[in-house]
């Protein structure tokens, strides 16, 4: 049995992932804020309440991330993922930019994962644990231009993830920038290619393979690796 943290806990992807590891007999740590709607959430305890367990941490607030490592200090975490995301303001060209959209994007987008994996990384360390956090094939230099907050935000988030990995190699801790792929969630939209359930299926034999002779690689979901 595994110990999995996972944030953006209720929704879409992440709620996905917690159904699949807790559908296989794993330990699931869901994070989320408490503003979230939690509904979903909660029916999949109420399904599997003994490999399921809710904590409440804004993953931008540096207080409730140091709060719920507190609360998990004792806990190795096997596998931690930073799956908390958001699509940046309505906003976001270079001429016409929401600028407090951006800052917002960049601290939930770029900052929360290594503020996150730096929490835990006592956890990760004691269960000699793996790092993932999802990215997107949209911060690949030479993208196009539009959503241009998100973008640079996951293009920052993937240099981040790549200095960690660096850093951590040396540990034995891989860490991987996963592309989840085009997803049908609120920020996909309905006209992506695959469910959340198929994207999480695909991420889970993943990253069970993932080990540190391929710490800090930019993967997509079906193995493919991504260009910067």
């Known amino acids: 049995m595994a110990v999995v943290l996972i944030t953006g806990a209720n929704r879409g992807i992440g709620l996905a992932l917690v159904k699949a590891y807790a559908g296989r007999r794993d330990r699931v740590i869901a994070c989320i804020r408490a503003t979230s709607d939690r509904d979903a959430l909660d029916a999949a305890v109420a399904a599997a309440p003994k490999w399921i367990e809710v904590i409440e941490m804004d993953v931008s607030d540096p207080l409730e991330i140091a709060r719920a490592r507190r609360r998990l200090e004792a806990e190795p975490i096997d596998v931690l993922i930073n799956n908390a995301g958001i699509g940046g303001p309505d906003r976001q060209s270079a001429t016409d930019m929401d600028f407090d959209g951006l800052e917002e994007a960049f601290a939930i987008n770029t900052i929360a994962p290594l503020r996150v994996a730096a929490a835990f990384l ?97 993967l997509a979901w079906n193995g493919k690796e991504l260009a910067w």
């Open 122 to 218: 006592p956890n990760v360390k004691a269960a000699k644990g793996k790092i993932v956090t999802l990215s997107s094939q949209m911060g690949s230099n030479g993208a196009s231009a539009d959503n241009l907050a998100y973008r640079a935000s996951k293009q920052a988030v993937n240099r981040l993830m790549r200095g960690l990995a660096s850093e951590l190699k040396p540990q034995g801790i891989p860490v991987l920038i996963v592309h989840p792929g085009w997803v049908k969630t609120e920020m996909g939209g309905e006209g992506a290619q695959l469910s959340p359930e198929e994207s999480a299926a695909q991420l889970l034999k993943l990253i069970d393979k993932f080990d540190i002779a391929s710490t800090g690689k930019f």
